[in-house]
């Protein structure tokens, strides 16, 4: 089993940053690709990033390519969500997630996943 815990959401304003933070426990974080999801109210859970182990690839969803930057530290056992420029659509509850295999633009597939976290942008 592998824990994953969440942190850094708040309420913002748009044009604000925020980092994300989900530090794993319980397996070796180096073996798994991780993830950042999210999902809004009455929508469902959407890709937003994904990083692979060693942190060489990553790929965004096109709502936040330019905005959002995902990386890791394996030595900490933690992936980070930098978010800038947020945009009121950007609010949803965020979840880190880990998988086996580098996919991109899914939701499905992932093994372990954390409690999520709350991001609210005003305008």
């Known amino acids: 089993q592998m824990q994953l815990v969440e942190s850094g959401g708040g309420s913002v304003t748009a044009g604000d940053s925020l980092r994300l933070s989900c530090t794993a426990a319980?397996?070796?974080?180096?073996?798994?690709?991780m993830g950042w999801l999210r999902q809004a109210p009455g929508k469902e859970r959407e890709f937003v990033a994904i990083i692979n182990w060693s942190g060489t690839y990553t790929y965004y969803a096109d709502s936040v390519k330019g905005r959002f930057t995902i990386s890791r530290d394996n030595a900490k056992n933690t992936v980070y969500l930098q978010m800038n420029s947020l945009k009121v659509e950007d609010t949803a509850v965020y979840y880190c997630?880990?998988?086996?295999?580098?996919?991109?633009?899914?939701?499905?597939?992932?093994?372990?996943w954390g409690q999520g976290t709350q991001v609210t942008v005003s305008s």
């Open positions: 319980g397996r070796t974080f180096s073996n798994w690709n």
């Open positions: 997630a880990a998988r086996g295999s580098y996919v991109i633009l899914t939701t499905r597939g992932y093994d372990y």
